[in-house]
């Protein structure tokens, strides 16, 4: 029953965002699609949120995170951010939607990014080769998931704050 | 090596124009200024062009290299 309510609520915001991404651009509302620094900050607060809630769920709720379809509930409010990304790049027409600093910010942060999953999926396959932990039937892709999600926002942050 | 600039001093002599008016001139977010103010973020080539076209002036005469060994100019200036 969870897992239907689960998947049409899924469904019908997609629909929704999909509905929202080719109409928004094409109505008044399409002036005050932009770019702007709370969204930016606003995008990274919602991966991090998005990105604990995921872990803290892994180890809470197990394989019925993925059986309950929850981890693509969770993951979904970031997703509509990024579809508020796509709209902005659909209307501006050009990839380049942040400047260059906030590039700057996301490039340190992906290179963070990456370094930092690697070190956390060694110590967890460690874990799992030594049957200390172990992450079964698929539970490694949302881990991986919102592992990289949470370190990605954080560091984009931390970077952007630096200044 | 770094890259300074006297961008406070320019802004100064355009009637204390706010980091926010810069940026909006040159079309970045008011961060991006603070962080090439404070040498945190070495700009692009049209990014200077761009604070130099607003202050009227050669990108020489807002930019200049640090060396190492050199003092930097921002101190003698103020």
């Known amino acids: 029953m969870l897992e239907s309510i689960i998947k049409i609520v899924l469904v019908v915001v997609l629909l929704l965002a999909a509905l929202c991404f080719w109409l928004l651009p094409k109505t008044k509302l399409a002036k005050k699609l932009k770019m702007t620094v709370p969204i930016f900050i606003t995008t990274n607060i919602v991966g991090i949120a998005c990105g604990i809630f995921g872990l803290v769920g892994i180890f809470i709720w197990k394989e019925f995170i993925i059986e309950a379809h929850l981890w693509e509930l969770i993951i979904f409010p970031y997703t509509l951010v990024w579809v508020y990304w796509l709209m902005v790049i659909r209307l501006k027409k050009t990839s380049i939607i942040v400047d260059e600093k906030q590039e700057w910010d996301m490039s340190q942060a992906a290179g963070s990014t990456i370094a930092g999953t690697l070190l956390i999926l060694a110590f967890m396959f460690n874990l799992s080769y030594n049957d200390v932990y172990q992450l079964n039937n698929g539970m490694w892709f949302p881990f991986y998931l919102f592992t990289t999600i949470l370190l990605f926002s954080v560091s984009t942050l931390l970077f952007f704050k630096k200044s | ?78």
């Open chain 2, 1 to 78: 090596m770094k890259l300074g600039n006297f961008i406070r001093r320019c802004r100064f002599d355009m009637g204390e124009m706010s980091q926010e008016q810069l940026a909006k001139r040159v079309d970045v977010t008011r961060q991006t200024i603070l962080s090439v103010e404070k040498r945190k973020f070495v700009p692009s080539t049209l990014l200077a062009l761009k604070i130099a076209r607003v202050f009227d002036k050669k990108v020489d005469d807002i930019f200049y290299i640090i060396d190492e060994e050199s003092q930097d100019k921002t101190y003698q200036f103020f």
